[in-house]
């Protein structure tokens, strides 16, 4: 599924997703920091483009989720522009106060002809909620994963391009590290405890 910001009658950024002759993704178009101020509008979030899986439903309309938990790395093949993307993980828990909850981890491209291969330990994902990267941050383990993303949110106006050949997970034994962040204890009734 593709989204932009002009998806929403807000932005005027362009993107598809198309199947190349060589059975790769084609995520592209023309990213725009340009936008049409709705005259009631208190909040403007323009300058994206984004890809996700669909969710997939289960019987009586329930979500289905993606369990990768024995895996530890996700892999990806990818040909890039240069620019800057985000692999996006939508994670929400049983409640509706936690539909927004992400972990997220940045893709940068090279550029240019040849191919990348990019593995991303699990433990290097962040905890964001509402776009924001949370006080309170957590490990992603694998469980619950509704959807899968990539996202072009740099601010860099003009055309992208993003090839994806194959996103896959794996285990790896050499990959130990538990979390890539530091871990705060924060008070009681601070903001998303």
Not at 33 to 39: G, H, L, S, T
Not at 90 to 112: A, D, E, K
Not at 157 to 185: M, Q, R, W
């Amino acid at each position: 599924m593709v989204s932009t910001d002009s998806s929403y009658k807000i932005g005027k950024t362009k993107a598809s997703l198309q199947l190349t002759q060589q059975n790769t993704g084609l995520f592209s178009g023309y990213f725009s920091n340009d936008y049409d101020k709705p005259e009631k509008s208190k909040a403007i979030y323009t300058g994206y483009a984004n890809i996700s899986s669909i969710t997939q439903l289960k019987s009586f309309k329930r979500e289905k989720r993606i369990n990768i938990n024995q895996f530890n790395c996700f892999m990806l093949k990818i040909r890039g522009d240069g620019r800057t993307y985000m692999l996006i993980l939508h994670t929400p828990q049983r409640y509706t106060m936690t539909y927004t909850y992400m972990h997220m981890y940045p893709l940068y491209t090279r550029g240019g002809p040849y191919w990348q291969y990019v593995k991303i330990p699990f433990s290097k994902f962040f905890h964001v909620t509402h776009g924001r990267v949370s006080d309170k941050q957590y490990r992603f383990e694998g469980l619950g994963v509704k959807s899968i993303g990539i996202t072009c949110m740099d601010g860099n106006e003009g055309p992208f391009s993003l090839e994806i050949d194959h996103i896959g997970v794996l285990k790896d034994n050499e990959c130990t590290e538990d979390f890539a962040y530091e871990v705060y204890k924060i008070p009681k009734y601070i903001s998303n405890t």
